[in-house]
């Protein structure tokens, strides 16, 4: 069984600048996360999505990232403008179903830096 | 916010000991997830367990829960050198909308 994809795996950009990140999970897993992981501290959830529809987004920062999963599927994640804080390893999870009973399966991660 | 918190934060130990690793969380939970991290692999979940249940074994893996002191605890028995990595509690409460919330994690080394 093929694992969550995740591209690009490094990123490197000046503040200001935009990026984006993507995100194929695992096929037939509806729900997918996106978290944020700063060096020395745990995954953070930002966004999570049941099918296209946003279940959670209450620790995203929406004046500077927007998330969306058009079909279902795919996942972008957005960050515009980036600032330093910024700089982190993204990761992306899909589990079967909506539940914290649910394992969650983590992708490799976009390391983001930004300088 | 973090919900659970790990202690103790570094961990080293000679590969055939035993490892134990804690969690610490504040609010009251449905489930709790330990999950291991390396460069090799990522993340990877190890076992779930539930706010009803008191002890799971998976392997070499064996976890207690104590929801009256509100903490979990991760036991690796003879461990290895590939065992080698941060280990993290994640608990879901309805309090976080049923969200995973993350400590920061025990780094363990093994020694061969």
């Known amino acids: 069984e093929a694992g969550v994809a995740q591209s690009p795996r490094y990123k490197i950009i000046e503040k200001r600048q935009s990026v984006a990140f993507w995100c194929n999970p695992i096929?037939?897993?509806?729900?997918l996360y996106w978290y944020q992981q700063i060096l020395g501290q745990g995954p953070k959830l930002l966004i999570q999505?049941?099918?296209?529809?946003?279940?959670?987004d209450s620790q995203l920062p929406k004046d500077r990232f927007s998330a969306e999963r058009l079909k279902g599927v795919d996942s972008t994640l957005k960050i515009q403008p980036a600032k330093l804080e910024d700089s982190a390893v993204y990761l992306c999870?899909?589990?079967?179903?909506?539940?914290?009973?649910?394992?969650?399966?983590f992708g490799p991660g976009t390391r983001l830096t930004v300088l | 916010s973090q919900q659970g918190e790990e202690d103790p934060q570094a961990l080293s130990i000679q590969e055939g000991e035993n490892a134990t690793m804690n969690c610490s969380y504040k609010?009251?939970?449905?489930?709790l997830q330990w999950y291991r991290q390396n460069s090799g692999r990522g993340l990877v979940h190890l076992i779930l367990?539930?706010?009803?249940?008191r002890e799971k074994h998976s392997g070499r893996l064996r976890v207690t829960l104590d929801t009256s002191k509100k903490s979990s605890s991760l036991l690796i028995t003879a461990s290895r050198a590939a065992d080698t990595a941060s280990y993290f509690c994640?608990?879901?409460?309805?309090?976080?909308?049923?969200?995973?919330?993350f400590g920061a994690g025990t780094r363990l080394t093994v020694k061969p």
């Open positions: 999870a899909s589990s079967f179903r909506t539940s914290g009973a649910a394992e969650q399966f």
């Open positions: 096929s037939g897993h509806a729900t």
């Open positions: 999505f049941q099918n296209n529809g946003v279940v959670d």
């Open positions: 609010t009251s939970i449905n489930n």
């Open positions: 367990i539930r706010s009803n249940e």
């Open positions: 994640a608990t879901d409460s309805r309090r976080n909308n049923n969200d995973m919330r």
